[in-house]
């Protein structure tokens, strides 16, 4: 029996997790759920799994999440310190909010020593260094859920990674990948998020859409294995059913191959060492019949430039591509900007930053402020 805390419960990766505990009861008892703000879907959730915690980080709806688990015996809080405590209150803790509001609980998680399930890209790209520093220290066990990065670890199974030759990130392309520049620059919201294989949230579908998603998952990589940015390829294959592969110095290349499903790799990480039926659509090879692949078009799709100079920089670099991208995503989803603006945006803020890594938590969210707000200066004289 598993001890199961969820951070980011209500959302997509949240979601398929639940399905996989509730549908495993005689292996999982959960201990917490965490959610940003939906409150309904977060008390109806724990009384349904019997958490022992639930907590909501926006501190005004305390009131509101009491009254909804009134008479359950469901512990209700709210704000970042109960996001922390939930975080430690398991042996397997699913890291799934996403953007640098996971840091802070995913941090208090990897210095209790927990077994972490990486969900949140952007607390690697925004912190690695610290991250895998602490987690040296306390004995944490970092294991990656985001698929591309599940894919590899399956593929190394154990294996030294100085045997590796090189590591290939899959890449479905996003709904754009055939569109023209003149085509791109007129994309909707509404057509970004409408990933053609995956389903997923709005923020994650336009970095995929952009082409950010790889880039972040490239940084990811990189401090996840520890290999170099230019030992770390990607590739664009759209029917998305080889997830990543490992070349190793043998010249032997290992692919993990599934339908695009992201209860196989959580189901992957919640049975770690073990297995576990997922119920994911089995991969049928005489239906998909072809794989293709072709190299992404930085023309068309310079996140991944910006990514990979933000990782070759280092220090506040890759933070600040990954904060520069949320306010521009999330502009671009209210309808502010284009979305050819997204990258120009977060470019413009790589050439205005240049401060040395961050030696603590407190000065990484202290940054992510900092650009955050200049880069959201910027974008009345965009929409002008």
């Avoid at 190394?156 to 520049?181: H, K, M, N, Y």
């Avoid at 003149?182 to 336009?206: D, F, L």
């Avoid at 294995?225 to 059913?241: M, N």
């Avoid at 189901?267 to 994911?280: K, N």
Wanted: hydrophobic share 50%; with cysteine.
């Amino acid at each position: 029996m598993k001890r199961i805390a969820i951070l980011g419960a209500t959302g997509s990766i949240g979601r398929s997790t639940l399905d996989l505990v509730e549908a495993a009861p005689e292996r999982f008892e959960v201990t917490a759920l965490t959610a940003a703000t939906n409150v309904a879907q977060l008390a109806a959730d724990a009384r349904r799994t019997r958490a022992r915690l639930a907590v909501i980080a926006d501190d005004s709806r305390l009131g509101e999440l009491r009254d909804a688990l009134a008479g359950s015996g469901i512990e209700a809080a709210a704000g970042e310190g109960a996001l922390a405590e939930a975080a430690v209150s398991a042996d397997l803790v699913i890291a799934a909010i996403v953007g640098t509001a996971g840091l802070s609980p995913v941090m208090a998680a990897v210095r209790a020593g927990k077994t972490i399930g990486l969900a949140n890209k952007e607390a690697l790209v925004s912190a690695g260094a610290l991250m895998l520093e602490e987690a040296r220290r306390s004995g944490a066990t970092l294991l990656p859920i985001d698929s591309e990065h599940n894919a590899i670890f399956q593929c190394l199974a154990g294996q030294d990674c100085e045997r590796v030759s090189r590591l290939i990130l899959t890449a479905s392309g996003g709904p754009f990948r055939t569109f023209s520049t003149e085509e791109m620059a007129r994309v909707t919201p509404a057509q970004a998020v409408a990933h053609p294989n995956w389903s997923m949230g709005a923020k994650i579908s336009v970095d995929s859409a952009t082409m950010m998603n790889k880039g972040l998952e490239l940084i990811e990589a990189h401090h996840l294995f520890g290999l170099p940015e230019e030992r770390i390829d990607i590739l664009v294959h759209p029917q998305s059913v080889i997830h990543s592969l490992v070349e190793y110095a043998d010249g032997s290349m290992l692919a993990q191959l599934g339908s695009p499903d992201m209860r196989v790799p959580i189901g992957h990480i919640l049975a770690w060492p073990e297995r576990m039926p997922t119920g994911a659509r089995r991969l049928d090879l005489l239906e998909v019949a072809r794989l293709d692949f072709e190299a992404p078009d930085p023309a068309r799709f310079p996140a991944l430039r910006l990514a990979r100079e933000a990782l070759r920089r280092g220090g506040a670099a890759p933070l600040t591509l990954n904060a520069a991208n949320e306010v521009a995503v999330e502009a671009f989803l209210a309808g502010a900007i284009h979305f050819g603006d997204i990258a120009a945006i977060v470019e413009e803020q790589l050439t205005r930053m240049d401060q040395p890594l961050p030696d603590s938590i407190p000065h990484v969210l202290a940054l992510d402020a900092e650009v955050r707000d200049r880069t959201r200066a910027r974008l009345p004289e965009l929409a002008d």
